[in-house]
Each structure stands twice: as structure tokens, then as C-alpha cells.
């Protein structure tokens, strides 16, 4: 937080976090308005569309703007989403709210990558980088908490179009920092390849390098534990273990505290550990952690029991996403960190496309003990792939020095 631009830039996401907090809460309120009837479906279906906007247009869109300066992609990005919050408020029909919706986060699938692939070149020392990393981890589970706060404070002095509002100001106010922040004032390299050269690229390297495909099953590890949590604690508290509905919140926080630990304890840990062996731990963590969930989710466990394994839950998963963009920028060059983040940010989002459904409908139809044991079974494959492509032999296991300005590129991540 030494660094001027590196401090506007993050709270920069954060008030984008906040703003996109605020829009989710809104949606919901307003699904209920526009169709009564069926908010549920209105905001499943909203909330799908999420997912496949930041699946497929990250890279398309990364492409697109390939030879733009970063900070013209991301102001361009805050401005979309300004002018989207702000159309909400005088949305009457369902499939307005789908088209505006998929504008929003396609425009956050642009915003995201290209705020990730500027970050090793605003931080070069690699300490300071690691500690970036962990404070984003810090701003998405501190979004989860606060925004429906904030949302509800505020609902008690305006309605939910006040809420639309709050997002745009967020964004805007995001657009403000970025630009206060000077930072990706030119390009790293010109467009020259075809746009569908620049939109494969990405996934082209994830297929190619063994440490990126690594950090893909570590992706998938990860997902299962989050599913479980986001789409099953409301079943598991009230159902199950028969708990009021303010439970739900605890649970969630619980959770969100052992992503939030773990995080704070990351740089440290990393200053003295391969970036292999911590996030290898942390699926490990996820595998066993999603064994628990069978458990405490089949009724034989208590209250205390679930709030363990949700804690445990958020800490696995941090542990092993978290150092995520680090192997990136040890994997490519600084021309290819806005391609290589967007495959990531949709790969990995990917995950999630996969792991929902089994939380949701196994556990529907088979019970969740069966959902969270098929989810253990996926993050323990997805572990065993990533602990063979990404082997011992591959990875100098000497402490790498992470005052460098440029970390070294392994072998293995080499075409």
C-alpha cells in the first residue's frame, strides 16, 4: 500500500466490487417487480447469464481490444457498466433485464483480466506482488459481506432503484481512480495477429505450458468446495440441521472469514514455500474438507460441525487459488499477460459451469452427501492431474527470491 498507483488501482476494485454487491441485491428486488411470479427463475436465469459472459467473452472481448492502452480498457469497461446500472431503473420487461445483464458482465469479464494483467507491472518486486494478490482475494470475500450490508442500509432511507444508483457511483467512482492511478498509459504490444489468432491465444497457452494447465485442475479442485458452499448452505442450515434463517448469514460469513485467513497468511507462507507445494496443499485441504461437507450435510453432525468444515472449506480454497496469478506471470511474457488472464478468468469460471450444476442437482436428487462426495471425487482427480503435470522434477525446489523485479520462467512453462 506503499505505492500510490497500486493503492487507487485496488480501491478502484473495490468500489467496482461494491458497485456489482449492490447491482446483485437490486437484481433481485427488481426480478420480483418485473415478475412476481417467478423471481427465482429471473434471477437463476440472470445469474447463469453471468457465467456465460464471463466464459465466452473475456478472451473475445481481451482480442478486441488487443493494442489498447490498459487504462482505456478499463475506464471504457466502468463507463459500460455506468451506463448499463443506470438503465435498470426503467427495465419493464424480463428479457430487458437478461440483454442488460450480459452487457454488464461482459464488460466486467473486460475489466477484471486487464486489472490482473496490470498488476505485475505496477508491483515488478514479486513480495509486493504476492501481497496484491492476496488483498484482491481480500476485496471479493469482503464484498460478499459487506455489500449486503451496505444494501441494507440503505433500502431503509431509498427504494431499490437507489441501489441501481449506488452501482453506477461505484463504477464511476472506479473509472476515477483508474484514471488518477496513471498507470497502463500505453500498450504492451501492437495488435498483428488475427482476431481469432488473439482470441485463442490464451487458452493456447494454457494448453501448452504444464504449469498452466496445472492451475486449471487446481481451478476445478477449488470449484467444488465453493459450489457446495454457495448452492447447498441454505439447504444444509435450514433443512437439515434445522436452523433459523439468520444462521444462513453466519454459515456464509464462516466461511468467508476462512478465505479471508488464509489470504492474510498467504505472503508469508509463500516467502518461504513453492507456489506448487502451497497450492497443492490447499486442494488437498478442499478434497478432505469436501469429505466433511458429505458428512455434516447427512444430518450426524451438529451446528459447531458445519461452521468447521465451511471454515475450512474457505481457507482450502483460498490457499489454492489465490497464488493463481503469480504462476501466470512466472508462465508468460509481459506481452502475453492480457490474453493469458482472460483465458484464465474464463477457464476458470469454467469450473464453476461445472460444479453448480452437480451441487444443485445431484444434491436435489440424490441428497447432499451424494453431491458433496461426487464434488470430493472431482477435486481429488482434479488434484492428482495437477500434481502430475506439475511435478517435483519440473520445479526447482529451492525458495525462489521473491525481491526479484522479474521472477524467473521455469522450463516446464516453456511451449
Not at 445483464?101 to 486487464?114: E, H
Request: with cysteine; hydrophobic share 55%.
Amino acid at each position: 500500500m506503499r505505492h500510490t498507483a497500486y493503492r487507487r488501482l485496488f480501491a478502484a476494485q473495490v468500489v467496482a466490487l461494491l458497485g456489482t454487491g449492490l447491482l446483485t441485491v437490486a437484481l433481485s428486488l427488481l426480478a420480483y417487480e418485473v415478475a412476481p411470479g417467478s423471481a427465482g427463475v429471473v434471477v437463476g436465469t440472470a445469474l447463469s447469464i453471468k457465467m456465460i459472459a464471463y466464459v465466452a467473452m473475456a478472451p473475445a472481448l481481451t482480442a478486441l481490444t488487443a493494442g489498447m492502452p490498459p487504462r482505456v480498457v478499463l475506464v471504457g469497461s466502468d463507463v459500460v457498466r455506468v451506463l448499463v446500472a443506470a438503465t435498470l431503473p426503467w427495465v419493464d420487461q424480463v428479457w430487458q433485464v437478461y440483454v442488460l445483464i450480459f452487457i454488464l458482465q461482459a464488460a466486467s469479464a473486460t475489466f477484471n483480466p486487464t486489472y490482473q494483467a496490470l498488476l505485475p507491472t505496477v508491483l515488478p518486486r514479486m513480495a509486493d506482488y504476492t501481497r496484491a494478490l492476496s488483498y484482491s482475494r481480500l476485496a471479493y470475500d469482503l464484498e460478499a459481506v459487506a455489500s449486503p450490508l451496505v444494501a441494507a442500509a440503505a433500502l431503509l432511507v431509498v427504494s431499490y432503484h437507489g441501489l441501481f444508483a449506488g452501482t453506477a457511483v461505484g463504477f464511476f467512482l472506479s473509472a476515477v481512480l483508474v484514471l488518477r492511478s496513471r498507470q497502463g498509459l500505453t500498450s504492451d504490444a501492437a495488435a498483428t495477429a488475427s482476431f481469432r489468432q488473439r482470441m485463442t491465444a490464451g487458452v493456447r497457452m494454457f494448453a501448452a505450458r504444464r504449469q498452466l494447465r496445472a492451475l486449471l485442475a487446481l481451478d476445478l479442485a477449488a470449484a467444488g468446495g465453493t459450489a457446495m458452499v454457495l448452492v447447498n448452505t441454505v439447504v444444509v442450515t435450514r433443512q437439515t440441521l434445522g436452523r433459523e434463517g439468520d444462521s444462513v448469514a453466519v454459515v456464509l460469513g464462516v466461511f468467508g472469514a476462512g478465505s479471508m485467513v488464509a489470504a492474510l497468511a498467504l505472503p508469508r507462507v509463500l516467502a518461504h514455500r513453492t507456489e506448487r507445494q502451497v497450492m497443492l496443499s490447499g486442494a488437498i485441504g478442499t478434497t478432505v474438507a469436501m469429505v466433511g461437507a458429505a458428512f455434516v450435510t447427512s444430518g450426524s453432525s451438529s451446528w459447531p460441525g458445519l461452521l468447521v468444515v465451511w471454515f475450512l472449506l474457505g481457507a482450502a480454497g483460498s490457499v489454492a487459488l489465490t497464488p493463481g496469478g503469480q504462476v501466470i506471470n512466472r508462465c508468460v511474457s509481459e506481452a502475453e499477460r492480457p490474453p493469458a488472464f482472460a483465458a484464465h478468468f474464463s477457464l476458470s469460471h469454467a469450473c464453476y459451469l461445472l460444479a453448480y450444476p452437480v451441487a444443485g442437482w445431484v444434491g436435489s436428487q440424490a441428497g447432499l452427501p451424494v453431491a458433496a462426495a461426487v464434488l470430493a471425487v472431482i477435486s481429488a482427480a482434479a488434484t492428482i492431474v495437477a500434481a502430475i503435470t506439475w511435478s517435483d522434477q519440473q520445479v526447482a525446489d529451492a525458495s525462489p527470491d521473491r525481491s526479484a523485479s522479474e521472477p524467473s520462467r521455469h522450463d516446464d512453462c516453456e511451449p
